[in-house]
């Protein structure tokens, strides 16, 4: 059963697509975000920069570079990287939302790899729900840090 619900200004479908290959992008994607911060490092007494096998990496956001301003995401790949070096502390400091965010792309790791197994589950409403509910608290928790950040001077704490 499809349901609309009215998020906003607009009107979001509430059905998950029984469609394979958008999961297998999803869970691709998924996959390199919870990955990817293994392979990279934070570097001492440069904390907005980020290190590849000893290499520095520039910096990674075009808000930042472009508009000289933090988007609702700046900080995020740092929190990534030091939370899966179990730095949780640092991590929050970078981003107050990054361990709530890394946790939705765990879920969605999970997610993913189940509707592959049983497709049928797209239909399942309570699983419905809860990938929107989790997705739009998410989003909300993003939104709700950059304003405190643009508020504060920090994004961390």
Known sequence: MLRKTLTSLFYVERAIT????????YLWITIVLLAGPFLLS?????EHSLGFFG??????????YLFHTECPGCGLTRAFVLLTH????????CHRAGILVYA????????????LRKPDLCRSEPLTSFQHFSALTTIAALIINWCAALLLGS???
Do not use: I, W
């Not at 934070?42 to 440069?46: D, K, L, M, Y």
């Not at 179990?86 to 400091?93: A, C, K, P, T, V």
């Not at 879920?107 to 509707?115: H, I, S, T």
């Open 18 to 25: 029984p469609d394979a290959s958008t999961h297998r992008t």
């Open 42 to 46: 934070v570097r001492p007494g440069a």
């Open 55 to 64: 290499l520095q990496l520039p910096p990674l956001c075009a808000s930042k």
């Open 86 to 93: 179990g730095q949780f502390r640092e991590s929050l400091r």
């Open 104 to 115: 939705f792309f765990l879920y969605q790791l999970f997610f993913r790899v189940a509707l």
């Open 155 to 157: 994004n961390g704490s």
